[in-house]
Structure formats: C-alpha cells, structure tokens
C-alpha cells in the first residue's frame, strides 16, 4: 500500500525562501514530506529539470461581477478557474462586490452561490465594499473577518464605487479593528472626470485620448493620498495595480519612513504604453484599463521595485469582456469612444507566464521574488499562509511543474477563459507550466483541464500577516 | 519752491535684488528718484545707520470678517491698518469672504464698504472662495479679475468653506483662464474630522490635545493633493501658512519637477511648538491655530526653505480675537474645549520685527531675503509690482525706516490691534521699525500713528507675475 | 538500526521564506528530510515550542588577525567559535589579511594555518586585500576564486589598507570578472584625518571627542562613492558596517536607481549613541568602533532599513582586546587618547540574542528577516548557499534551537570568547539559543561546548548570488 | 555745462530683484542717478524699446593660459574682452593659474602682465591652485585674499591639476579662514582614467566616444564628495559647470540640507547633447570639453534649477582653440582621437544672447533670473557686489543695452575673439545687445569695438556674499 497519494521527484523547488533540488511527498491533499529520496506513492511524477513552483495565487480577478451599461464580464467561476488552473494558478481571490445599500453578507452569500460548482480550483473572497455603513463597519466586518473574509477592496473612483476619504478613514479604522488588509484603487476620481470632461468637450473621444484622462499625477495623487490616510490610521494598505513610476516614488517613500505600504502590479502594466492606444479602430479597446499603461520608465521602474520589494505582488487585474457580441467590448459602436468601452482585459492564464518569462528570463527578477510575488506574498498578506503560497510540509499540495524552457507564442486559441481575444497575441514567452496540482489533484496538464467543475473549495482567510517583513 | 515732497537721506535701500546706500527722493507719493545727493525737498529725513526698506505687504490677515459660532473678530480696518503701520507693513490684502449661495460681488462690495473710510494705508482683496459655481467661475471671476480682484482664496478644510477636489479643479481652471492666483490652506478635512471625533470620544479636549487633531500628514497629504491639481490644470497655486518639514518636503519636491507651486509661511510656525499646547489654563488658547505649530525641526526646516527660496511669502494670518469678554477665545468657557476656542491670533504688527530679529539678526536669511519674503514676492505673486514691494523709481513711496540696533520687548501695550494679548508676549528682538511712510506721508513713528482713518486706498490687482521666476 | 542519525521533532523551523512546525530528519550531516512525522533516529530532540533555526552565519569577524601598536586581538579561532556556538552562529566567515607587497595567496595560507585544529564551527575566509597589484588582480585572484576565496574586503581608510579610487576601481573590475563579492569599509579617510588632526591640535583627546572624527558625512561620502564606483564597473557592492541614517539614505537612492547595492550592520549601531563615548574613564573604549555608533535616529532607521531589506545583512564586527592587561585596550594608558585605543568590541556570541530580542521581540522586524539577515542572505551573498543559510534538503544540519521565551541578562561570565569584558554587560535579552548543531552534531548547549576544536571544517565559496533579488 | 557724463533715458531697466521703466544718470564711471526724468548729461541714449541690463559679469573663462601638449589657446586678453564686451559682458573673471611648486604671487603676477595694457573691459582673477602647500595656503592666501584675490578655482581631474581630498579639506579650511570662495570642478578622476583606459584598450578612440569617459556618475560622485568635504569644513562651495541631471539632484539634496553649495553652468550645457559626438569627421571636437555635453533630461533640469535658484552662476567656461594650424584642435590629427583634442570651446561673446533667447525668450527663466545668472549673483558670489552686478546707486556704469527683438543667426564671423569656429554656428537667437557701456564709457555698439585695450582695470575683488540668499 502507497504512503503517500503523490510523490513529485527531482524538480527544482522554488519558495520565496529557496531553491533547492529534492522530491515532495502529498498525502490527504497536503505536502507531507520534502527529501532527497521519497518513494511509495501513488502517482510517481518525474520532475527533473522541471521547476517546482508553489501554485500560483491570483488576488486581482474580477470573476462572475455584473454587467453594467450593457457591457457583460465574460467569465464565470468555471472558465475563469479552468484559465487559472492552464496557467499554474491554484487559488483565486475575486471580489464579492456590495451593492451600495444593501449588506455586504449579501454581497458574500450571492458570490458564494455564483462559485458553487463551479470552481476547479480554491478560492477567498475579498469584499469589495462600495457602502461603508456603520452597520457594515461596525457589526457586519468583525462577524465576517471572523468567518474568513478578511480582506476589503475599495475604490478612489469609479460611479457607485468611489468612498471619500472619510469614508475611506472610516474603512481603515474598522480593518484595523477587525484585523483586514484593506486593497486600494488609488486615482483621483476628480481628474479623471475634470480630464474626460475637457477631451469630450473638445470631441477628442477616440481610444488615443484614454491615457490622457489619468496621467501620472492622477494616480499618484491618489497614492499619496492613500497612503497618508493608513499612516492617521496606523494600519497597512494595499495599493493595487500600480502602474506609474510616479506612483512608486510614493511608496517608496512611504516604506523608507517605515510605512507598511504595499503594491501590487500586473503584466500589462510592463508591456504595454500609452502608444499602444494609438492602434488603429478598436485594437487599443483590447488593453484599455484603469489606470491606464504607461511608458517604458514605467516599465523599468515597476521591475525594480519588484525586485527590491517595493511592490510585493503580482496579480492579473482579470476582468474579461468579449469583444464581439452583445455585452462586449464594441457594445457601444460603431465608433471607438475612450469613454464608452469597458475597461478590463482577460489575464488570469498569461499571468504568470508572461512574468516568468519577462522576468526570470530575462534577469529582472530572481526566481525566488517570482514566486514571492505570484503565490507567498499574497498568501501572507492576504491570510492565506501557511496553507497557501509555499512548498512546505504541511501546505496544501498546490503545485506547477513549470518547464523552464518551453518557449510558447501566446494566441487566444491557447487560453480557456471566456473571452474571445487576449492583450498579448504574438508574444512569445520561454517558460510554460506543465502540469498544475491543486490539494494534490493534477487539475492541468499542457492546456488540458483534467477535473470538473466544483472541486475547488471555498477558503477562508485568517488575519493577513502585514508585519511580517 | 521744493523739488520733492521728500528725501530720505543716507540709508541703507535694501530691496529684493540690492542693498545699497543712497537717497529716495519722493515726489507726488511715488518714488521720483535715487541718488547719491539727493535733496530740495519739503522734508528731509536723516535715515544714516538705518535700514531703509520697501513698506510691508501682509497677504494673509482676516479683517472686519464675520463672526462664528458666537466669537467676534477684534478688528476692524482702522486697527488692524494701525497695527499694520506700526508694525512696518503698508499694504494689506484681506479676504473677501463669499456667503455660500451669494455672488462673488457682494462680497467684494461688503468688505469694500467695511473698509471704507477706516484704513489708513492701503488695501487690496483677495476673493475667498466659497462657493465656486458656474456663476461665480464663469461670469464673476473674469470681471472681477478685470477690475483688480485677481487671486482666490480656497480651503481644503472648515466647515462652510472647504471645496472639494472637483470644485478645486474648477477654481483653478478658472483662475487659469482670468490669470489669478489660487491660495490653498490644505489640510485634509476628513482626517481632523476623524482625528477630533477620536479624542472627543475619548474625553481628551483639554488643549493640549489640539496638535493631535492634524499633525503632519494632514497638511502633508492636503499639500500634495493641492500640488497635483495644480500640475493637472497647469496653473500656479500658493500654499498658504505652510506649517510643516513634511509639506514643505512636497513644496520641495514639486519645485523640484518644475512646477509653479508657492508657499507662504508666518511667525508663529518658526516660533510655536506642540509643547506650547501644554502651558496652563487657557494660555494655549492664544498661539491655537491651524495648522498647529509644530516642532523645532519644522522650524529649521522653515527657515531653510525661505533661505532657499522655496518658501515665497511671509504673511502673518492675522486673525485676532480678544481672550476676555463676549466674543472672546473663552466665550465658551469656563473650561478650555480645542474645539471650542476660536482659531487664530494677533500678528500684523509684529511679522516684520519677529521675522527680522530670528531671521536676518540669526543669520538665517539675508537682508533681501527679508525683503523680498515680506514685501517683493508678495508684491509680485499678487499683482502689485511694481507698485508695491520694492523701493524703486515710479514705485508707491511706501518705506519703513528700520533701526536694526534697537531692542524692543514685545508686550501688549505696545500693540495697536484690538485684541487684548499678544502670543508674543514677553519676547525680545533686536531690530524694530522707526518711521513708516506710505505714498510718501508719515503715518507711524516709533509706535505713534500720525495719520486719519480713510487714507489708505484700495488697490486693484494686476495679473501675478507668478512665472517670474 | 537508525534510518537518521537526529530527528528534530515539533518546533517551528523558519527560514527566510517560511515558518512553519515541522521534523527536521538528519543523516550525515545533511538535512535529510522535513515532514509531519518523521522518526527512526539515534537522536530524537523535542523541539516544541521552540525555534528552530539555521545556524547563524557571521560575515564580518576579525579572528586571529596580527596585533598592531602594541594591541594583540584577545581571539583565536578556537576562542571565537566557541562563542560563535554558544551564541547561534555555526558559519563564520573571517579575513585572510594580505599583507603589502606579499601574495594573497600567503595570507590564505597564513589564515589556514591559524583556524587548523582550532575550529569548532566551519568557516570561510574573504580575502581582506591591501595590495591589488596587477600580479595580486590578474593573475591570483582568478585562481583563489576557483579555490573557493569568492569575497573581497577593502577600505577606504586605515593606513596600511586604504585604497584609493582606482585601485578600487580595480579591485571592482577584478571581482566582475572572478564573480566575488567586494565588502567595502566606506568612510572618507581625508577626512578622518583631517578631524582628528584638528581634535588633536586643540587637545581634545578624550574618548568623548571620537564621534567628532568621524561624522554623518564622512560615511555618507564613501558610501556614495563606493555606489558610484560599482556603478561605473557595474558589479555589486556590499557596505560593511552601516551605521547611519545618512549612510542608509544613500544605500536607498542607489537601489531606487535599480543598482546592486547590498548593506550590513552590527548590533553596535542599534544600540549604542554618541552619548556613550561620554562616560567615565576608560568605559566609552569598550564600545569604540570604526565607523562610531551615531544616534537614535539612525537606529531606527537602520531598523526600517533591515525590515524593508536595504540593509540585508546582520553581522557581528567582532574585533575583540582586553581591556586589562598587554596589548588590551589600555595598553597606551593611563589616559584614555581616542586615537591610542583599539577600536572594535566583542560581539561573536550576543550578535543572534541581541538582535532576535530587539528586532522580532520587540516587532521591528519579523522572524523570517532576522533569519534572513543572520543566515540566509549572509550565505546567498558570499556563495555558501545553499549549503548554509537555511533549512532545507540537501542543506548542512546547521540548526539552532531558539527557547524564544528565555530571558536572560547579558553578562562577561555568561560568554566564550577571550576578551574580559562585553560592551552589553547588563542589558536584559529574550530569547536565546539552548542547542546548536553543526553539520548534526550538537555543539554547544546552555553555554555548554560540547565539541572539541578542530572539528570545524574550511568552506570553499561558490559565486555569489548577488542578483538573486 | 552738462551734470552728468551719461543718460540713458527711458529704458526697462532690469536688476535681480526689479523690472521697471527709468532713466539711468551716470557721473565719473559710476551711477549717480535713477530717477523718472532725468536730463543734463553730455551724451544722451534713447533706450526706449531696450532692456538696460547689468553688464554681463563672466566668471568662468580661460584667458591667456599657457598651452599644454602642443594646444595653443587662441585669446589674449584683448581678442577675449573685445568679443566679451560685444556679447554684453563687462567683467570677467578668469584664472591665474599657479604652477605646482611655484608661489601663488607668481600666478597672480604673471597673469597681470598678460592682461596688461590689453584689456577692454574690468577683470579679477581667480587664484587656480594646483599646489596648495603650507606656504600658499598659510602664508600666500591671507596677503593675496586683502589684496583682492578671494575665489580660488580647484580641480578633482586632470593631472598637473587635481587635488585629493586631503588637499582639497587643506584649500577649503584655507578659505575659510580668509573669506574665500571655492570653486570646484567636480569630475572623479579614477574613473575617467579607468573608463578612457577601457575604451583606448579597445581602440575606440574616436570622438563618438568621448562622453562614455566621464558619464553622470563621474559628475555625481564628485559633487558629492566636493559637498561632503564642504560640509565637513564648514564652508560654501561653488561647482562650477555642472552638466547633468544627476549632480543637480546633489546640489538640490544639499540646499535642502541647509548647505551653502552653489552651481555654475554654461550654455553648452543647454546646446548640446552626447549624439553631437556622432557628428562626422572633427566636428565634434568643436564641443568637447569636460564634462562632456549631456542629454535632454539634463536640459530640462538645468533650466528648471536656473529657475529655482539651484544653480546660480552662468559662465561661457570660454577656452578656445582654433581648428586649424598649429596648435589648434587638429594638432595631433590626422585623425581625431578623443583623448588628443583640447578639450573646450569658444563662448564669451554668444554666453548672454544665447542663454537670454532660449531662457528668457522661450519662457523658461525669467528677465530677472537672467540679470542675477549673468551679472549679480556672480558679482556677490565673487565679492564684486555692489561694485558690479546690478544697475544702483553708487554701482560702477556697466550697462548693457538689450535689443529683445532683435534676431541674430550666430556665425562666426560676427564674433571677436581669435578662434576660427564657434560652436554654435547657424544657431538663431532672438535678443541681442546693441550698446554696451563700462563705467560710462561706450565700449561696443553693434559689433563694433570703440575703445583701445588697456583700458580695463582690476577689480580686487571683496570678501564673498555667499550667506547672502
């Protein structure tokens, strides 16, 4: 009889920690033994020359969210999970978004249904809290961080969305309380309206305009702002999707006084430019999103403050719409107007691909910050640590062969989200995830979804680890 | 028959750019002439061993302005222009304080008429702001503009006065369009408020705890904010009282990038600290303030950026309230509440000896530094050079003889504002104003006021000359 | 018969990337395996409710080295590795000490000879280079490196072993081209010199004269300028002994520009401040040390610096005399002269207690860093992992278990090494290590060393990994 | 019979600190008059349309060196005051060049007999210390310091001319002593050796190289060491011709810190960028000089430094060589190697109207910004103020009528001084000046020289105003 249900041998295990050749025994779904000679299992997986990389863990993916102004997101939690799953991601933390007015347990009751046999992988819910009410604040919060939902988002802008900063004040002194990380969408909601305002009036509403609606001191303005809102409060923030070196010079300067700031960014925000929206008829409309790419400075900036630590995480921002068809991208057409397409792209599946590649590949960052950045740093700041976001013995048995070496052209006809399109068509990127194991189950095997939907099981977040250095 | 009304002989003419000594001949109250023999003139002032210096200019003194919450403003404009001429300075540029829903006119036309008759030297207005609409942006401000009311006053915090981010937006975008210029107080509203609610609940409201309700990243972030809607409209902005090392790190920093971005400060922010707030009884009442006075690197801080040039404006923020009697800092007594006692303090007569004495007589600024903080730079940033602000020829013959050997021991008997202490109470300086002139009249000698109410005329501003660099 | 030689069972084993409960199994010296349940060892130790970490590595020790002026080091390497046991550390890394005009290779050989038989922890040697002739740089250098002497130590002050900017500029050239790491003691010399010589013409000779010799921008400068030399060669650097916020300032600039910049410190500047050098008699020689300890300010920033991981590496300059006796510190008695006594303290066996109890107990930084600091990146850094510097498979049983509830009061009886006095004598730690193992032999256990000299083994250094962000 | 000698009537008379219309009387070489009417002088110049401008003060410049390496520099002090005067330069200030082992009063005599009976317009001198021995710094430096010689040029590069840091604290502690100003080019020699070694050793020697022997960090390092030994000793600093983006950012950090540190530039600075370097044949050796010509970031940040006070001495740095014949840039041709060219280049006569066009002209300084660059903070920097440097009572008749609309396209044979190229050939500029007058005297109009040398005087210069902000 089989000690273990899996034993994967001879990769080359990389943590955020270490990167160190050896074999990992999974029994019951959790990684039981790490050795230089385990046997007895089950399933014998050949990992040699193959990386072993702690499953991916994607806190920025809006999943299954409703529509609005006719556009219609185009993933539910199956294809979404599916897409994660081909690209090693094994944990997915979307948003269980509150309507304004109504409770926020409503919020996680609904999302909870939406997941509810669908999902191939694990998943957590941020809330995403557009109605910080007293009774939000104040009774509902603590009885849900308590239950596994210990992470907020809230937004600087966007209609029915945007807290001001009382609101916002009021949000962080309740996280503090109650133990959440509170994410940010760090734009000043005031210039983007003042900025569109003036490009409308004067008829320039072409894609080409986008960027010009939130340049660099729109977001950081917002950043600043943010981050002087948690230093009153005394609690750690999140600062998501940070494009703008203008934006990292702020938290930069907030980690040297000794702030607990944090940063996440994603892939298009160092492949894409503001010349990128210059595309002629409706290809800018494939990477337009908020806050919008920005320069090859931008670029540089990002890779170093991920390999220095200023930005900790790497998400994807996921948040799908089809072009054609109803509720897609063109929903508004004929004409490509910047303010009337649906801001978002597909990116769960190249997540980590793409970085990988631009990354490791190419010596921006170091294969131990790669998975810091993709699976442990979230898993800590989002309390999903221990369990989640590394190889060690008692973890989950999240896991991705990963072949260095396989060098891939990315096509839409490769992704399986829901989308009928992907930002990065052409691209071509030098490593691949082979096979992705979710609890010890192979899920993924060279774009080949080996599970149903349903599998993946619901995990509740304990108090996220801010503090830990 | 005599050349000139005046010649004042001997001194040392010490402007923004020179210091130098010579004779100013004064014919028809304008500078007619420099000379080094100079003379034939109905009156010959000996001004050998003093300095002679452009008349004060004080853009920043609430006068004659409403009362609130049942406390009365001590001055009206035949003291606080007493005070003024006693104190060195000439020109006053009081606010002009909106009614929200009112035009901007009317208030231009109540202080107009408050005013009227009772100023001994002269005056302009700035316009405060309260109430940006489409009206008062629109159709107002180019014609108030037009007829010499060109900056604006605007805050980011009070009750009944704070704008918001898009109103800000607009107020610049206005000033843009009409060439004014935007002062800021900038303190981030929603942070006081939450910081008060916390010590009111906690019971802490003895005055001591007043600093605690904005200390630095209040004005810090309100700064930036401030600073990045001026970059977004492309307009210059003015902080005003800018209090704090960490606001004027952004001041700095956006000089820095290249912005026009001004910044005043008074003596109280080089004099007070925190620890004032702890003295006994309701003694704290009469340095309370906002922003708070902060701390002794602040104050190097301070003087390092007016050394330095990144600190423009010298300015007092008079805004006196008697302590006793009804409408008094205690009229909300008996116990000292920080939230019930009215902001503000008496300085219009002493900026100039404060800021001379610790500033020139330390070693910490140049004489024409002095100058050009206290007069020249105001003068230019508001639209009254070269009327105003320097001792040049076709100028306004408004000059201060200084003695910079006499000492002086400020106390309130000397004073001539109506409240009834001084904060400065006490405090020794080494340089001190012997004879004020303004268009060429004797209005004050050694502490005397020679002149009638009604003198002191109104002066329309041109267009700043905010980018003379 | 045993399948492991030890299992250490239950306690909670942190690396720089994880912290997790687990059993560590042993088998000839190596980590052999980690699992939930491992058994079948000669040796079983409770580890519960302990720490268990890897064995300390300190970088920056002076063992064995020639007296100079009459002072003779108080430490031999049998000395100084007993302390090293006693104190958490099983990796210490001294210099071999080139002497001018003689080969590099005679210093490492001199260096064998001296740590042969004596040792009871491994050890490696940096090359401490005083001469970088072309005969040392092209021709020995290349060869050491292949021989496992892959770091480089240099200064820019001390006569007899300053260099001057080419030769640096060399030296840097050298290490891009063998792959070592070059330590650079950046302090400005002229300077120093000419500080001293100015204290000495006045007469101020007094211990409390010695931080004037050496102030804030006598390091900032050479640390800017060893940041600037390693940019122009483009190969990165390592600043030993970084002691103020100054120094750190610019450590964070050169990182922020994307530079291979790495930074050390010392217990010392965290705990002591100018103000020691003014106690009485002979007091402040016991913690007299190049560069001087500076302020509270700079402690906290060099806190902030090692939990943001600018500073990334924490290490003993363990540079240990007698205070009595000849050749001790008073050897050029009876009046303590700053520039008659020795500079350096002993810190070998305080360095782990002194830094787990201010830094994890008191929550500057977390667990997971302080490994990193005093074992993790000292070993990526120098090329010892990932054979030291973690616990991993494959790695040496280097491990140390940490009772993180132990308090004890620092005191000269408690400690090992050869001095006659700690400069900690009295400060009150939590947290200690009860047992150190090396290579899977227990060592030393509650200040008990339970090995013979001559066990520890010599370290051949692969290539840094410097770039591993 | 005529009162003054001199009236220039109805001008825009502009200093540092004022703009203003007036009529300017000048008796005996000096101003004896500003006033609204002024009449009764023998000669009367309409200046209505004009700017009336302190003569242009030109403190960088090398006149009448002697050659090195064959190099024969083109100027004596008759061609360099003749082209000075016609570019509206009334001062200059070049160097008197100590021999190493030879006395300072050596320098300073020989340079007086080379400007003898030569000079058109006033000079001083630096002292240019290449050997600052006891003797010339304790004994020459006092007398040569009450004798009018108060600013004293160092170099960190070049040999036969750089100082090391010791010698540097040595000049610095000297100029302390006497009041002097020290003036410092700021390039680290080491690397500039190892770099230009690099390049020779790959036989890339030609001209397209010359920027990669001294780029940014070059400058940088030095003009943080050149700070840090200033601040060391206590005293003010000048850098003079700062290039780039990056020392300007050290000069900033320094002015923030309180330091007295100030900054020269030069129009090549804002002209020329590295790809000049590209250009075909000996072009570029038309523009080589050190430190090399830059970028456009360091454009942008010079005028916004020129503009904010940060840099406040604009110099031409004139050191020209003729192309052609003997001695000339071509000497070690046949073809152009960038370690065998002179480096320097013509710029006393087009240093105003070129920084005047594209500063002033182009909106990125302002007219008064331009006085104080070009004439007044020089003349304080220098200790020539009040003497020089600004249109006041009492001030030497320097003036230079400005013709603001004037368009001139620069080509070289409408300059003066001896070289037979100007860099900046073909260049248009929109200003120019028309009359120029030394101490009353009509020096130039138009291009056209109207005095005899020898007509200019020294000028002892005073102790510096480097306090004076």
Redesign the interface.
């Known amino acids: 009889m089989a000690r273990f249900d899996l034993v994967v041998k001879g990769g080359r295990v990389a ?9 990992v ?1 999974v029994k019951d779904g959790r990684i ?7 046997n007895g299992a089950d399933r014998i997986v050949d990992a040699r020359g193959r990386l072993v990389l702690p499953g991916g863990i994607d806190t920025h993916c809006h999943i299954a969210e409703d529509g609005w102004m006719g556009f219609v997101p185009a993933d539910d939690f199956a294809s979404a999970t599916r897409a994660a799953a081909c690209g090693g991601t094994t944990t997915i933390v979307p948003f269980a978004h509150q309507q304004r007015g109504k409770p926020l347990r409503h919020a996680v009751d609904a999302y909870h249904a939406r997941a509810e046999g669908k999902a191939i992988v694990d998943y957590a819910f941020h809330i995403l809290m557009s109605d910080p009410s007293d009774q939000a604040l104040g009774q509902e919060l603590p009885a849900l961080a308590a239950d596994g939902y210990t992470s907020i988002k809230i937004y600087m802008t966007y209609e029915g969305l945007k807290l ?3 609101q ?3 949000v962080l ?1 309740a996280a503090r309380r109650s133990g959440c990380m509170v994410m940010i969408h760090a734009e ?4 983007i ?3 569109t305002a003036q490009l409308v009036d004067a008829g320039q509403t072409g894609l080409a305009n986008f960027p010009l609606t939130a ?1 660099h ?2 977001e ?2 917002a950043t ?2 943010a981050i ?2 948690g ?3 005394d609690v750690p923030i999140l600062l998501v999707h940070v494009s703008s070196r203008e934006a990292i010079e702020q938290i ?1 300067w907030a ?4 702030l607990s700031v944090h940063g996440e960014t994603c892939p298009q925000y160092v492949t894409f430019t503001g010349a990128d929206f210059e595309r002629p008829g409706w290809e800018a409309a494939k990477m337009l999103c908020m806050p919008p790419p920005r320069d090859r400075a931008s670029h ?1 900036e990002i ?2 403050a ?4 200023v930005l900790d995480v790497l998400s994807s921002d996921h948040s799908a719409y089809r072009m054609e068809g109803p509720g897609g991208k063109k929903h508004h057409g004929p004409e490509p107007h910047f303010h009337r397409v649906a801001p978002g792209m597909p990116g769960i599946e190249t997540r980590m691909p793409l970085m990988f590649s631009a990354g490791v590949g190419q ?1 921006r ?5 790669f998975v ?1 950045i993709s699976a ?1 740093n979230p898993a800590k700041l989002y309390g999903l640590y ?1 369990r989640k976001g ?1 190889i ?4 989950d048995a999240d896991l991705v062969l990963w072949d260095p070496d396989r060098e891939v052209t990315i096509t839409r006809s490769l992704l399986h989200d829901n989308s009928d399109y992907t930002p990065y068509e052409g691209t071509r990127v030098k490593g691949w995830p082979v096979m992705t194991f979710s609890r010890g189950d192979l899920v993924a095997r060279d774009g080949e979804v080996l599970v149903q939907p349903g599998r993946g099981r619901f995990l509740p977040c304990a108090r996220p ?1 801010a ?3």
Chains 1, 2, 3, 4 share one sequence.
Request: hydrophobic letters at 40%.
């Open positions: 943590t955020a920690g270490d990167v160190v050749v050896c074999d025994a039981a033994r790490l050795g230089d000679d385990l001001d900063d009382r916002i004040l009021n002194a000043n909601d005031a210039c309206h003042y900025l340049p001191p729109v950081r303005e600043h702002r002087a809102l230093e009153v409060v930069r980690r040297a006084k000794g540089d890779w170093t991920l390999a220095g630590g010596g960052i170091g294969l131990s910050t810091a442990a221990p590394t060690a013995v008692g973890s680890l503090a830990q250095a």
